[in-house]
């Protein structure tokens, strides 16, 4: 093999390990900027990888298992919302609960049953362009993402505005669980055509570091999301390359990276205000 | 209080519900957990050694929670006490008592540094508490596979072998926790008696000194704790401090306990640091509460290793365990409010 090849060979699979991330991303970053850091992002891509793949098995359509990727996720997304934006019930503690939840019960249906390996269906990386695009319209151009953008800022001003701020983010959160599921669901559908125990095995907690890595912007969340891929992609690559590079430290790195952004980028970020507060209204 | 009840029955309910439609028996289900956590003395010997990580986790959980300081990180904080106490045992030439001492105190200094380094890092540039713990637990998972991955740091001797797995060496049998006594049967280990001890050490330093009035007041309310000559940068560090050793101490007592394999493995805490942080939210961070309630998550734990034999998998103990929390912090809430949209 020449120098060409092994490079084409790194990029492409480091696009694919990039792929679910970015889907994921977008949806966390809308979160996020709502004000919910949604650590239950890998609950949500782990649910609709199982899912996914339990229908696509089921109806014989990729297509469909898509769809219910999407579809758990979104679920997941309305329950995290409800427990935390209308019950106000601490949104890490939620998020512990369902991605402990969710890590039994998928592992717990697996173990029961079979799904069969499927070919791999690429396609839905097309949507991804257009996702990414939608995301920044709804969160920088639309009044929607205007309202979430307060919300995130300042829930206090924006309630008094006449916006809800706990519709708002149970909105957002209900966006980041269909993105979190898509990208899920392509992990499982689109990659690698079938399901095992604990299959995103930590990618949600990669897609939160990406956000912070990408300090609360959307073309530097994806970057991140880029750069994590490629990390992965060069740990997978580099032995049958017969280059020695500390896998460890690739597998941590975008942990170190995200840590550092933040580190060194504190006073620079756009952290939004309200990030990880959960509003209640004071009553007068 | 009813609530709770009729909270945490619906999550049995739930539980009981899945093993049908998977086509198992609750009734044996039952059975078997109980028949592996207490049924007899080997079964409430192993729940005990269970109970002990977890109640320390929960104790630290507690006392970071009180100062209003969200650690989640205890995960990586049990690897970095199990690293730091393996680094201790098996290069220290101390003899037995001394050693382990040794061993336990490395792991705490250890695990309370690293949880520190999250505090520094809020203190000096307004790094959000709750992401850099959770981040450090995934930097914590590599370190510790760094380690037994590199022979000339903790990996096992080759001694002739032709393979060598990512471990370290056993630990000499000097440095391991010995049993307290052994009743026709019954085995108490040693780290029981240290993690109840830490677990009232706690509730009393949170409700009966100066520092733990400084601590819960600004959990309460942290202008008013500061406008009052708190001094928050200090009792938050301290408090994420201790939170960390405590989990590095149930490392180094999970790490030298019967049942660990007292090799340091990257795998090694049995994701028991997720589990004493929820055994910390059931107790509402009373580390009093939490005795009770670590021993229940220890009941699932050795008695959810023998489901699998009869055909229920051992996951469903993770999924009681998840709903039991959530049917524990759900009930403040009106049920009105539970609506869809």
């Given at each position: 093999m020449?120098?060409?090849?092994?490079?084409?060979?790194?990029?492409?699979?480091?696009?694919?390990?990039?792929?679910?991330?970015?889907f994921a991303a977008c949806g966390e970053y809308l979160a996020e900027r709502a004000g919910t850091l949604n650590i239950s992002v890998e609950a949500m891509m782990l649910g609709a990888a199982f899912s996914s793949v339990a229908v696509a098995g089921a109806t014989g359509s990729a297509t469909t298992g898509?769809?219910?990727?999407?579809?758990?996720?979104?679920?997941?997304?309305?329950?995290?919302?409800?427990?935390?934006?209308?019950?106000?019930?601490?949104?890490?503690?939620?998020?512990?609960?369902?991605?402990?939840?969710?890590?039994?019960?998928?592992?717990?249906?697996?173990?029961?049953?079979t799904f069969g390996s499927r070919p791999p269906q690429r396609w839905p990386l097309l949507l991804l362009p257009g996702i990414v695009l939608l995301t920044w319209w709804l969160v920088e151009r639309s009044?929607?993402?205007?309202?979430?953008?307060?919300?995130?800022?300042?829930?206090?001003?924006?309630?008094?505005?006449?916006?809800?701020?706990?519709?708002?983010?149970?909105?957002?959160?209900?966006?980041?669980?269909?993105?979190?599921?898509?990208?899920?669901a392509y992990l499982a559908v689109g990659e690698v055509g079938s399901f095992n125990q604990n299959m995103t095995a930590g990618r949600g907690y990669l897609v939160i570091a990406a956000v912070i890595f990408g300090g609360w912007r959307l073309g530097r969340t994806l970057v991140g999301c880029a750069v994590f891929g490629l990390a992965d992609a060069l740990r997978l690559a580099l032995p049958a390359l017969g280059v020695t590079l500390n896998s460890q430290l690739?597998?941590?790195?975008?942990?170190?990276?995200?840590?550092?952004?933040?580190v060194l980028f504190a006073t620079r970020h756009r952290r939004p205000r309200a990030l990880g507060k959960p509003f209640v209204r004071q009553e007068p | 209080?009813?609530?709770?009840?009729?909270?945490?029955?619906?999550?049995?309910?739930?539980?009981?519900?899945?093993?049908?439609?998977?086509?198992?028996?609750?009734?044996?289900?039952?059975?078997?957990?109980?028949?592996?956590?207490?049924?007899?003395?080997?079964?409430?010997?192993?729940?005990?050694?269970?109970?002990?990580?977890?109640?320390?986790?929960?104790?630290?959980?507690?006392?970071?929670?009180?100062?209003?300081?969200?650690?989640?990180?205890?995960?990586?904080?049990?690897?970095?006490?199990?690293?730091?106490?393996?680094?201790?045992?098996?290069r220290l030439a101390l003899p037995g008592p001394a050693l382990i001492a040794v061993v336990g105190l490395a792991g705490a200094l250890a695990a309370g540094f690293w949880a520190w380094l999250s505090a520094?890092?809020?203190?000096?540039?307004?790094?959000?508490?709750?992401?850099?713990?959770?981040?450090?637990?995934?930097?914590?998972?590599?370190?510790?596979?760094?380690?037994?991955?590199?022979?000339?740091?903790?990996?096992?001797?080759?001694?002739?072998?032709?393979?060598?797995?990512?471990?370290?060496?056993?630990?000499?049998?000097?440095?391991?926790?010995?049993?307290?006594?052994?009743?026709?049967?019954?085995?108490l280990n040693a780290g029981l008696l240290i993690a109840v001890a830490a677990a009232v050490s706690v509730a009393v330093l949170l409700t009966r000194t100066r520092w733990g009035f400084r601590v819960t007041m600004l959990g309460l309310n942290p202008a008013a704790a500061a406008h009052?000559?708190?001094?928050?940068?200090?009792?938050?560090?301290?408090?994420?401090?201790?939170?960390?050793?405590?989990?590095?101490l149930a490392g180094a007592v999970l790490l030298t306990s019967p049942l660990s394999t007292n090799r340091l493995q990257p795998g090694g805490t049995l994701g028991l640091g997720w589990d004493g942080l929820l055994v910390a939210l059931i107790a509402r961070n009373r580390p009093l509460l939490a005795i009770p309630v670590a021993l229940l998550f220890a009941v699932l734990r050795s008695g959810g290793s023998f489901l699998a034999a009869t055909g229920v998998p051992s996951y469903l103990a993770d999924i009681v365990k998840a709903l039991l929390v959530l049917a524990f912090v759900a009930p403040r809430v009106p049920w009105r409010r539970l609506a869809v949209a």
């Open positions: 020449n120098l060409l090849d092994d490079l084409g060979t790194v990029l492409s699979s480091s696009l694919r390990l990039t792929a679910p991330l970015a898509l769809a219910a990727g999407v579809l758990t996720g979104a679920l997941i997304g309305l329950i995290h919302g409800n427990l935390a934006h209308r019950l106000t019930i601490n949104t890490f503690v939620v998020g512990l609960v369902l991605n402990a939840l969710v890590l039994g019960l998928t592992s717990f249906l697996i173990a029961g049953a009044r929607w993402g205007l309202e979430l953008r307060a919300v995130g800022e300042n829930p206090r001003a924006a309630d008094m505005t006449g916006i809800r701020v706990g519709l708002r983010r149970r909105q957002a959160l209900l966006w980041c669980g269909a993105l979190a599921g898509l990208g899920g690739l597998i941590a790195a975008p942990y170190l990276l995200a840590l550092l952004a933040m | 209080m009813t609530r709770t009840a009729a909270w945490s029955a619906l999550a049995l309910l739930v539980s009981a519900v899945l093993i049908v439609a998977t086509g198992g028996s609750p009734v044996e289900a039952m059975q078997a957990l109980v028949r592996g956590s207490v049924a007899d003395a080997t079964a409430i010997s192993v729940t005990l050694l269970y109970a002990a990580p977890l109640l320390l986790i929960a104790a630290g959980a507690c006392v970071s929670a009180s100062a209003g300081v969200f650690n989640i990180g205890q995960e990586g904080q049990v690897l970095i006490g199990a690293l730091a106490g393996a680094a201790a045992g098996l520094l890092m809020h203190r000096l540039r307004g790094v959000d508490i709750v992401v850099s713990t959770l981040l450090m637990t995934f930097v914590a998972q590599q370190v510790v596979a760094f380690a037994v991955n590199t022979p000339w740091l903790l990996q096992e001797s080759r001694l002739g072998r032709a393979t060598v797995l990512p471990q370290t060496n056993k630990l000499p049998p000097r440095a391991l926790l010995g049993s307290l006594g052994s009743y026709p049967g019954l085995q009052s000559g708190v001094r928050v940068t200090v009792v938050t560090g301290s408090a994420l401090a201790i939170s960390g050793t405590l989990a590095g």
